[in-house]
């Protein structure tokens, strides 16, 4: 539940209407270690989605899938080329630019107990500026409806938040944010889960 990549596939999925058979993993006691589960995932990360013995892991790469394969419509991940690489681009950003922002200057003080870093600080607020930027005059993060990449960076943003990073200072962040808990289905649950 506190980990932003599994809490998108949560909201990814209630998107489409699937309910999952989520099963949580102790990471501190090794549990994504063990035989059974690099059987399924070698790589040994989370979330981990097995639909019908198909093994996919990386939570944007799930996103899609879940979108491709259950979505109603196609609102989600349109069909459209362009549209799709806007889509494909805010979901990489997300992993490599915003989340990765997240990580590396908070999971050293949560996990290492490591002091707080200004220069990863600083990346933080360049990874919000970009996204500010990508919002200017827009209500949705890839396009003029709801998609996987607003999922994606809805679970980081809510991560941020509950860090107590300030999301205010960025106008068409917040009020993005503001919307996405709104039009977003799963938000209470991905909430609960950063509360915990």
């Known amino acids: 539940p506190g980990s932003s990549p599994c809490r998108s596939v949560i909201m990814g999925a209630k998107a489409v209407g699937v309910e999952l ?3 949580l993993l102790n990471l501190q006691a090794g549990e994504h270690l063990t035989p059974e589960f690099l059987k399924i995932n070698p790589q040994h990360t989370i979330p981990t989605l097995v639909d019908n013995g ?3 892991w990386e939570s944007r790469a799930i996103l899609v899938y879940l979108a491709e394969k259950y979505g109603k419509t196609d609102s989600l991940y349109p069909k ?3 549209k799709r690489a806007l889509i494909n681009q805010r979901l990489y950003f997300d992993m490599g630019t915003l989340y990765q922002s997240f990580a590396n200057y908070y999971y050293p003080q949560l996990f290492a107990k490591a002091p707080a870093d200004p220069e990863a600080f600083k990346k933080i607020e360049a990874a919000f500026d970009f996204l500010n930027t990508f919002l200017e005059g827009q209500t949705y993060v890839a396009g003029d409806s709801l998609t996987v990449a ?3 960076i809805l679970a980081t943003v809510s991560s941020f ?3 107590k990073f300030d999301i205010s200072k960025y106008a068409n962040v917040n009020k993005w944010y503001e919307n996405a808990k ?4 799963g938000w209470e649950e991905n909430w609960a889960g950063c509360l915990e």
């Open 21 to 23: 058979n989520k099963k």
């Open 54 to 56: 198909f093994a996919l």
């Open 80 to 82: 459209c080329p362009k």
């Open 150 to 152: 607003d999922i994606a």
């Open 161 to 163: 938040e509950v860090a």
């Open 182 to 185: 709104k039009v977003t289905p």
